[in-house]
Each structure stands twice: as structure tokens, then as C-alpha cells.
């Protein structure tokens, strides 16, 4: 007997997303639920080679399903995740909502996969920012052999992290732009195509801004709380894929052959690193990928023990709907929980 999944917010970019995932790891599922808002009721989305309707969340009884994902923001997340728990579901919230709650685990499977089990205390697993996921991945096997004292990320980000509304926002103005017609920010404070924002989320006091402060303390939940970050954000005009350009300082010597090779064989990466035009990933070719790829790995001789490198990743995908999706294989190939119906 196989699980019962719902997808809360199923008709988003990850919503739908998460779908898709579902259906091309063959995850052990009898049945998959597609939810969202009153509004979106009767919708239909794709899941494999079958179409689903959407049902509306307000009127669904959770009682018989065993694992849920959900996307769709930290409102309805605060709202309905304590309640679906409650029905015994499991819920993996891809949302801020629960990522700095101490009760809740923050996970992402290759590089804290043993925190999972701490999702029993309030029956809710966290799905880290999409520009965390992919960082972590890389920086975990380096941190592991000669331990990070200090990272500086610079992220360029694609604007499907922002939904589809930014989507939609870069496309109609980059038309624009060539057929001459006025161009009005509306989902950006400033114009997206042919331009980038240095502008993620809102400000905090300290002139950070919430998705730097993500990174920071995120990194620290997930790898290690000693390590130090300072991050700055940035929008840029692409679609699908976030790239990361990071400098990283360790207590222990590590030249950038052993950090290729380590990277090599670590799980969830993929090192493409050629010395010549070409010879690196970026975001259009991450599209529609699983890994995160690293590429530019070099030395930085401007502190001790410090390296260089270029990582990019599909938001979409490990950035959000595949890393929740990982997380309930865990749940499953761990046997930390069992499927209710097969219970009874």
C-alpha cells in the first residue's frame, strides 16, 4: 500500500512543480491531491500523464493523508499547517513560515538528512530559501573536510523565486522594451528586463535585506552555527535558475584540485569546471535540472586557505519543489513514518 500526498497550492510555479517531481521519481504514492484557494477550485494541473482538479483547501479533510506539501506562502502555511499536522498528516512547508522555529527541523537530504526525524514534535519539516538549498549542497563536503570559517555569497537570482506574476512581469516588459511600448514596474520596484535589482524582499534595520538575512541564518540552522555569512541578493532578468558566485575562507588547507574532487563525488553536485570559454553552467542550462552545478573553482590568495566558486542551481526544482519532495523520501526510506491506511 502506497502514501496519500497533498499538494497545497497547486497551482503555482512549485505547486506545480512539485507535481511534476512526484510523477518522474515515481514517488510510492497511491494517490496525489492537488489544493489551493477557494478561487482555484476546478482548475486542472498536469501530474504525469494524468490530469487532476484542484480542490479547495478550506473544505478538505486531511485525516487520511500522509504527507503533505505545501506551497503556498507563509499566511496559509501559518494557518493550516499546525491543523493538517494535527490530522496526522506530515507537512513539508516550502514557505518562511517555520524555518527559524526551534521545534521544527530544516532540512535539505544531503546534507542534514538525520534532523529529519526531529519533525515529531510539531509535525512540520521546513524546506530551506531556494538560495540556501543550492549553497549548502556545495558548501557541506567542503566544510566537512577543512571546515568554513566565513562565506561571501553574491546571488543572481532568477525571477521565478518572486511566482508567476514576475514571470509574467519580465516577459511583457522585455516586449516592451522592443516594440517601444511604456514600461510600469509593477511586481519590482524597479524595471526587471535589461536591468538588474539589488533588491530581494523587504529591508531590515540593519540595511540587509530579509533574503540575505535568509542565507545567514539558515546556513546556520542547517550546516553550522560558527560559520559567518554576509550575502547581497540580487534579481536578475532570467527565468528559471539562481546563480551563486561565493568566496569561502577555512580554518584547514584545501587547494581547488581537492575541492574538485570532493565536490566530484558529494551527493546532489555536479562539478562542471573547464579553464575556457564554456566550460562552466548557467542558469539556462541548470533549467528544468536536479543537481547543483559548480563550476570556476579557484584559489583566492588574498586570505589563507580561502577558495572561489560559481554555483547555480533551478530554484524550482532544488530550490523548492524537489528538495520537499526528497525530504518525504527520507520520511519513507527511513521508515520514520508509515502509510495510514496500510496502518489500519
Known amino acids: ?19 511534476d517531481v512526484l510523477a518522474e521519481r515515481a ?49 496559509p502555511s501559518k494557518e493550516w499547517s499546525p491543523k493538517i499536522a494535527a490530522a496526522g498528516a506530515v507537512v513539508i512547508d516550502n514557505s518562511s513560515c ?8 530544516l532540512i535539505v537530504p544531503e546534507v542534514n538528512a538525520d534532523a529529519t526525524a526531529g519533525f515529531r514534535k ?12 543550492q549553497l549548502v549542497v556545495a558548501l557541506k563536503p567542503l566544510h566537512d573536510r577543512a571546515t568554513i570559517k566565513r562565506v561571501v555569497v553574491s546571488t543572481y537570482q532568477s525571477v ?30 524597479k524595471r526587471i528586463a535589461f536591468n538588474v535589482i539589488p533588491h530581494i524582499d523587504v ?3 540593519d540595511g540587509y535585506t530579509k533574503e540575505e538575512w535568509k542565507m545567514v541564518a539558515e546556513t546556520k540552522k542547517i550546516l553550522d552555527p560558527k560559520i559567518k555569512l554576509t550575502a547581497t541578493c540580487v534579481r536578475v532578468p532570467v ?42 553552467v548557467t542558469p539556462y542550462e541548470a533549467a528544468g535540472e536536479d543537481a547543483t552545478y559548480i563550476s570556476r573553482i579557484r584559489e583566492d590568495a588574498t586570505v589563507e586557505n580561502g577558495l572561489a566558486m560559481w554555483v547555480v542551481s533551478d530554484n524550482l526544482r532544488k530550490g523548492a519543489a ?10 519513507i526510506n527511513r521508515k520514520l513514518i508509515e502509510a495510514k491506511r496500510k496502518a489500519a
Open 1 to 19: 500500500m502506497g502514501y496519500k500526498v497533498a499538494v497545497v497550492g497547486a497551482t503555482g510555479n512549485v505547486g506545480r512543480e512539485m507535481l
Open 27 to 75: 514517488f510510492p504514492a497511491d494517490e496525489v491531491v492537488a489544493l489551493a484557494s477557494r478561487r482555484s477550485q476546478g482548475v486542472e494541473v498536469s501530474f504525469g500523464d494524468k490530469t487532476l482538479k484542484v480542490k479547495a483547501l478550506e473544505h478538505y479533510d486531511f485525516s487520511d493523508i500522509d504527507i503533505c506539501l505545501m506551497s503556498a506562502g507563509s499566511g
Open 98 to 105: 517555520w524555518r527559524y522555529d526551534a521545534d521544527v527541523p
Open 122 to 133: 510539531r509535525g512540520i519539516i521546513a524546506n530551506p530559501n531556494c538560495s540556501t538549498a
Open 160 to 189: 521565478s523565486g518572486a511566482g508567476k506574476d514576475a514571470m509574467d512581469e519580465l516577459f511583457s516588459q522585455t516586449r516592451a522594451v522592443f516594440v517601444t511600448d511604456p514600461i510600469e514596474p509593477k511586481k519590482f520596484p
Open 203 to 205: 529591508f531590515m534595520e
Open 239 to 280: 527565468f528559471v535558475g539562481h546563480s551563486e558566485a561565493v568566496n569561502i575562507e577555512f580554518e584547514n588547507p584545501i587547494s581547488a584540485d581537492e575541492a574538485r574532487e570532493i565536490l566530484r563525488n558529494a551527493p546532489g553536485c555536479l562539478v562542471i569546471d573547464k579553464r575556457e570559454p564554456g566550460g562552466y
Open 322 to 331: 524537489l528538495n520537499a519532495v526528497q525530504i518525504a523520501e527520507v520520511l
